[in-house]
Structures are given as structure tokens and as C-alpha cells.
């Protein structure tokens, strides 16, 4: 399994890095976690071989800024976006003229999802406390690390709650803390970091 953070960067991109997004390439697919402008890097690090999930925390500019380059993207297998509850109306306005070309008329087929997933891997989610609604997620399967029992990925977001920030990577192997301050008007300097549980 590999690791990239793309952009940790809240709000909007500096000489420091890009706006949020990370990518996990697990043996079997590449799961990317939010879709900031760090996004644009991401098309060269994608194992074309697997499928593709987007999921995005929640609607805030600087995490899905980089959905407009979807475009240039030809997957065969597709590109399935998960989002939290509630929020595929909002992100499907985004997704449309004037902001950006039809889905229909893009080579990859986009498709949106709101919880329940159904997917080949577990995703669970948590609420978080945030400006607008904002879902954390944790991964879980044992075919991220072949051999082992299991890995359990969490991507929490910005929140300053810290009751929902602590839930889910306290039985997470890997926990991914990228920006907790992004969208309340402040620049989060800290770099992404793994913590082993
Ligand atoms: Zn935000």
C-alpha cells in the first residue's frame, strides 16, 4: 500500500503546497480522500489497472476544486465519487455549466454516491462538526496489506470537535489528520502525518 499526500493545505494554495487531497493505492484500488487542488497531481500516480473512488469530506471549495480536471480523465472501469449524506444534489450543481462541462459529456463514466456504499472494501462514517455538513471516514480491509488480518484507514477532516476527531482513529491503524483549520478563514501549516496506533 501507498501513501500520497497530494496537498494539505486549507482554504487555498500557497508556495507551502496545494489545497487538500490524498491518495491510498491499495493492491486491489486507488482511494482517493478529498479532491483539492493537490488533485491535479494525482492523474499521474493512478494504477490505471483499478478502479478509482473519489471521497470527499464535505463541500467547501478547497476540497473539491480539483473535480474540474475530470475531464481529462478516459477509465474504463469509471469513477466513483462518495460523498456523506445529503450532499450529492450540491456537488451535482457544481458539477454542471456553468461551473464545469456535463458529466454526460466527459469519456469517464462519473458516478455519485451517498451512504450506504456499496463497495468491495468497508467504509464507515462519522459526522463531524464543522461549518456545513462534513463526514469522516474509516477504510477497512484486509486487502489493503496482503498477509495481514487487516488495515484500517481513517481520513478525518477539519473540524474543532475534538470528541468526533478522536472517535474514529483510536481503532485505526492509520490515521490521516490533514487540516483541521481549512475552512474557518486560517492557513493550516501542518504537514500531513501517519500515527501508529
Ligand atoms: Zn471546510
Given at each position: 500500500m501507498e501513501i500520497f499526500f497530494l496537498g494539505t493545505n486549507g482554504w487555498y494554495e500557497t508556495s507551502m503546497g496545494s489545497t487538500t487531497c490524498s491518495l491510498v493505492k491499495t493492491v486491489n484500488e486507488n482511494i482517493v480522500l478529498d479532491a483539492g487542488?493537490?488533485?491535479?497531481?494525482v492523474e499521474k500516480l493512478l494504477d490505471y489497472s483499478k478502479p478509482v473512488y473519489i471521497f470527499l469530506s464535505h463541500l467547501h471549495i478547497d476540497h473539491i476544486?480539483?473535480?474540474?480536471?475530470?475531464?481529462k480523465f478516459d477509465i474504463a472501469s469509471g469513477i466513483k465519487i462518495l460523498l456523506g449524506p445529503d450532499m450529492k444534489k450540491e456537488l451535482e450543481s457544481f458539477l454542471r455549466p456553468p461551473f464545469a462541462?456535463?458529466?454526460?459529456?466527459?469519456?469517464t463514466k462519473i458516478e455519485i454516491f451517498e451512504p450506504p456504499y456499496d463497495l468491495p472494501f468497508n467504509v464507515e462514517t462519522l459526522p463531524l462538526a464543522h461549518a456545513v455538513p462534513a463526514t469522516a471516514f474509516r477504510f477497512s480491509s484486509s486487502?489493503?496489506?496482503?498477509?495481514?488480518r487487516g488495515m484500517r484507514i481513517t481520513r478525518e477532516?477539519?473540524?474543532?470537535?475534538e470528541t468526533s476527531r478522536r472517535m474514529l482513529p483510536k481503532t485505526s491503524?492509520?490515521?490521516?489528520?490533514?487540516?483541521?483549520?481549512?475552512?474557518?478563514g486560517f492557513i493550516c501549516l501542518t504537514s500531513a502525518s501517519m500515527q501508529s496506533m
Amino acid at each position: 500500500m501507498e501513501i500520497f499526500f497530494l496537498g494539505t493545505n486549507g482554504w487555498y494554495e500557497t508556495s507551502m503546497g496545494s489545497t487538500t487531497c490524498s491518495l491510498v493505492k491499495t493492491v486491489n484500488e486507488n482511494i482517493v480522500l478529498d479532491a483539492g487542488s493537490g488533485f491535479y497531481r494525482v492523474e499521474k500516480l493512478l494504477d490505471y489497472s483499478k478502479p478509482v473512488y473519489i471521497f470527499l469530506s464535505h463541500l467547501h471549495i478547497d476540497h473539491i476544486e480539483g473535480l474540474q480536471i475530470l475531464r481529462k480523465f478516459d477509465i474504463a472501469s469509471g469513477i466513483k465519487i462518495l460523498l456523506g449524506p445529503d450532499m450529492k444534489k450540491e456537488l451535482e450543481s457544481f458539477l454542471r455549466p456553468p461551473f464545469a462541462p456535463p458529466l454526460s459529456s466527459l469519456k469517464t463514466k462519473i458516478e455519485i454516491f451517498e451512504p450506504p456504499y456499496d463497495l468491495p472494501f468497508n467504509v464507515e462514517t462519522l459526522p463531524l462538526a464543522h461549518a456545513v455538513p462534513a463526514t469522516a471516514f474509516r477504510f477497512s480491509s484486509s486487502s489493503f496489506i496482503p498477509g495481514t488480518r487487516g488495515m484500517r484507514i481513517t481520513r478525518e477532516d477539519d473540524t474543532s470537535d475534538e470528541t468526533s476527531r478522536r472517535m474514529l482513529p483510536k481503532t485505526s491503524e492509520l490515521s490521516i489528520p490533514v487540516q483541521r483549520l481549512c475552512c474557518s478563514g486560517f492557513i493550516c501549516l501542518t504537514s500531513a502525518s501517519m500515527q501508529s496506533m
